[in-house]
């Protein structure tokens, strides 16, 4: 049995065998064949391989993203029938005697250098799209598709770290766990664990050797630890462990229907922060009280081009119909730092995490915002909408963004299209910019959301992607908690609601201090809404209130 420690970013107990997720090298092994015939039947089994994932994919979008959105696999698994693209790769293999694999690039290579000299933007992004069916094939000639899930019983998913791109593609009903060598407690992975309570494992450096892929292996995202090819001690007491972890689950869903009100009275509304159309009966498992936070930019990533106006609005007007009248917040995109689209053609940046992200985007390229603001004021005819804006730093920006949803207001009128003219209009707060001038944002907006995450690796100047940087990543930073109680305080002061939606909103070692700075609610990964819903119920904020407010000193 070898033992790895790494840090537990979610908790649950989960056995299973690992499966290695990694992308095709960029290195194409190229070697010379003597049998044409059953190279290019390799290369036929793994076309058909890829042609039934892109159906799969397919088939899933539909549900989570809508049948416009879901067309791009669509395309992809037409491209791989077109007779050309065959013909390449098959003189390639037959006339000079190459792999299939170094077929498939070459001809990708051609292919996509040829629609990018064309003068029409359609054909220039087929372009893309070929490199996109190469690479899946490829991924399947050299054993490591990023989408081998489809074929494989539930597994437990090792990876160097996932991109928010790539969680996007992914049948999560086949995971049972993750584990990274990289990422932090506020990485993609860690956030698409705790959306999914799939336990996860950061951190554990190791878990990628060759050897180990296959293999059975315990993850306990408790303690952080790894177990692979455990002994039978090793199992019993997990087992175990699994048992009491899945009795305190059982528990806690006796609390579904019960109000998130404290022993003294005190109310506070418990949302969920999801980040796909699919995630709503997450919300409906976990006793959700409505969306907090509804991550847009999964909208953005994982294709080629910008998502269509029709696009958006089909898939915000299924979200608010399926909350059936409960609020739904929903961010607008937040693109850049570490959630890039290569489409956005964005420049490179020394430092993309202070770079042109979020709302400066949208401030730089007007007419992307305003698709997507077009198609969230016509989705709010079918529920409770409330728009938030990300990474706000100044009044300024705050106005430009108002004036252009007066624009975006003015010409669905002009068009006879119809929008509810109560929407909510909100900001987040992660930035010490927007915390410390709170006071002057407040009356221009309907609600202020604390983004934690963003405003912790803000305040504290430490990267948090950076696994190295992690022991300086302190959440609980009285900086942190004194910008938090000031940010709730002004927006008392000025009739407006103030929520935190980043991962502080549901560490139940703040919840008192939270409840005794009066915060309006909390929004959490969906699995996190029952504990946190069973601690309020113990608390009494008048007993311990100065007490919990002393963490502020």
């Known amino acids: 049995m070898i033992t790895i420690q790494g840090q537990g970013v979610c908790g649950g107990v989960a056995f299973g065998k690992l499966l290695h997720l990694k992308k095709a090298g960029s290195k194409i092994p190229r070697t010379y064949i003597q049998d044409t015939q059953k190279e290019w039947k390799r290369f036929e089994e793994a076309r058909k391989s890829a042609e039934q994932q892109l159906d799969d994919l397919y088939q899933k979008a539909i549900g989570e993203v809508g049948e416009e959105n879901a067309m791009i696999f669509e395309i992809h698994r037409m491209m791989l029938e077109d007779p050309d693209y065959l013909d390449s790769v098959k003189t390639i293999i037959q006339e000079q005697r190459l792999n299939a694999e170094s077929a498939v690039s070459i001809t990708a290579d051609t292919f996509s250098e040829m629609f990018a000299s064309m003068d029409n933007s359609y054909m220039q992004a087929r372009g893309a799209d070929v490199k996109d069916i190469s690479q899946r094939i490829l991924s399947i000639l050299t054993d490591e598709g990023r989408l081998r899930l489809s074929s494989h019983a539930p597994v437990i998913i090792g990876a160097e770290d996932l991109a928010p791109s790539e969680t996007v593609e992914m049948d999560k009903s086949g995971i049972l766990a993750f584990v990274t060598e990289k990422g932090s407690s506020s990485s993609h992975t860690a956030i698409l664990a705790r959306t999914m309570n799939s336990p996860a494992v950061i951190g554990a450096v190791g878990i990628m050797e060759s050897t180990y892929d296959g293999a059975d292996i315990i993850v306990d995202g408790f303690s952080g630890k790894i177990y692979v090819d455990p002994d039978m001690q090793t199992v019993l007491t997990m087992q175990k462990k699994k048992e009491q972890t899945d009795r305190q689950t059982e528990l806690l869903s006796k609390l579904k229907g019960v109000k998130p009100i404290t022993k003294d009275g005190q109310s506070v509304l418990l949302y969920a922060n999801i980040g796909s159309l699919s995630d709503m009966a997450l919300v409906y498992a976990n006793d959700g009280m409505g969306v907090g936070l509804f991550r847009s930019e999964f909208l953005y990533l994982g294709r080629k081009t910008y998502p269509s106006e029709e696009e958006q609005f089909s898939i915000y007007k299924s979200v608010l119909q399926k909350a059936m009248g409960k609020r739904v917040v929903i961010r607008t995109l937040d693109i850049g730092a570490d959630k890039q689209a290569d489409y956005f053609a964005m420049p490179q940046e020394d430092n993309p995490a202070m770079g042109v992200r979020a709302v400066r985007l949208c401030l730089t390229r007007p007419a992307v915002f305003k698709t997507q603001l077009r198609a969230l004021y016509r989705a709010s005819m079918f529920g409770k909408l409330a728009i938030m804006v990300p990474m706000i730093t100044s009044l300024d920006e705050v106005l430009q963004v108002k004036d252009l949803m007066k624009e975006v207001r003015e010409e669905l009128r002009q068009e006879h299209l119809t929008f509810r003219e109560d929407c909510e209009f909100g900001i987040m707060i992660e930035t010490p910019a927007a915390a410390i001038i709170c006071d002057k944002l407040a009356p221009e907006v309907d609600f ?106």
């Open 448 to 553: 202020f959301s604390i983004g934690t995450n963003d405003l912790t690796q803000y305040t504290l100047a430490v990267d948090r992607q950076n696994p190295d940087a992690t022991a300086f990543l302190n959440p609980h930073h009285t900086a942190i908690l004194r910008l938090i109680d000031t940010v709730i305080k002004a927006a008392h002061q000025a009739g407006i609601w103030a929520g935190i939606c980043g991962e502080l909103a549901g560490d139940l070692e703040l919840t008192e201090l939270f409840l005794a700075m009066e915060v309006d609610e909390l929004s959490v990964s969906p699995n996190q809404i029952l504990p946190l819903k069973q601690k309020i119920l113990s608390c009494n904020i008048s007993q311990i209130r100065e007490t919990a407010l002393n963490l502020l000193k």
